[in-house]
């Protein structure tokens, strides 16, 4: 909520009196409406169990691909028919802190404004351009225009992360593409990329959750750009 005040998203607050006052002050500080309400309106607004206390009503988010693309990016996430905003959420939030650029959903993904992934992203959703419902050749259509190169993560990928990393592949502009977490990413949009990556599993574990995937490969490429 406070990241959605900072920003100026936020249109409107919904409170229960004595629960949130710093938060408030703040909203009213800024001119934006604070509406008080009862205990139960809140249960019913909320879609959480346990309310904190306050709901807010926000501007959309998500740009044009376009203008999340502009200037020079360097490292861009990309899901693919992603379903669980949960993990959306924390691809969202992974990506702002591995210092991306932008995230891409792509038709078939998950709302970004889902209450779950908005909570899921704990304010990232406000720091970075968010695109959505568009199609996975479009974007990296876009991407490659952009001067990025397209790696698409799976478990039966060509290239090893880790020797990539070595090879010093990942300093370059860079776009992942991560998939579904049931199917992993669709043959379509794997075989758009420039290179299939898989991240090396040295334990009995058959696979890794999404959201660890994109957290290994986006702060791989960070790492490597920072260098």
Do not use: I
């Amino acid at each position: 909520m406070r990241e959605a005040l900072a920003g100026g998203h936020l249109l409107e607050l919904f409170a229960e009196p004595g629960r949130q006052p710093d938060l408030e002050a703040a909203a009213r500080g800024v001119g934006t409406p604070v509406v008080h309400v009862a205990p139960k309106v809140m249960a019913a607004l909320a879609d959480t169990v346990t309310p904190q206390g306050v709901v807010g009503v926000a501007t959309l988010l998500d740009v044009p691909l376009g203008d999340a693309l502009a200037g020079t990016p360097r490292l861009v996430a990309v899901l693919e028919q992603v379903a669980d905003p949960g993990n959306a959420g924390t691809v969202l939030r992974t990506a702002d802190a591995a210092g991306a650029d932008a995230v891409v959903l792509t038709d078939g993904s998950v709302d970004p404004h889902n209450g779950k992934c908005v909570r899921a992203s704990a304010g990232s959703l406000f720091h970075l351009p968010v695109v959505a419902g568009v199609a996975a050749a479009d974007a990296v259509a876009a991407l490659r225009e952009r001067g990025l190169q397209v790696l698409a993560t799976t478990g039966a990928g060509d290239d090893d992360l880790d020797d990539l990393v070595d090879a010093g592949e990942l300093h370059r502009p860079t776009a992942w593409l991560f998939g579904n977490e049931a199917a992993g990413l669709s043959e379509a949009a794997a075989g758009v990329a420039d290179r299939t990556v898989r991240v090396p599993v040295h334990g009995r574990a058959e696979s890794l959750n999404l959201a660890t995937a994109a957290a290994v490969c986006l702060y791989a490429s960070a790492r490597a750009q920072r260098r």
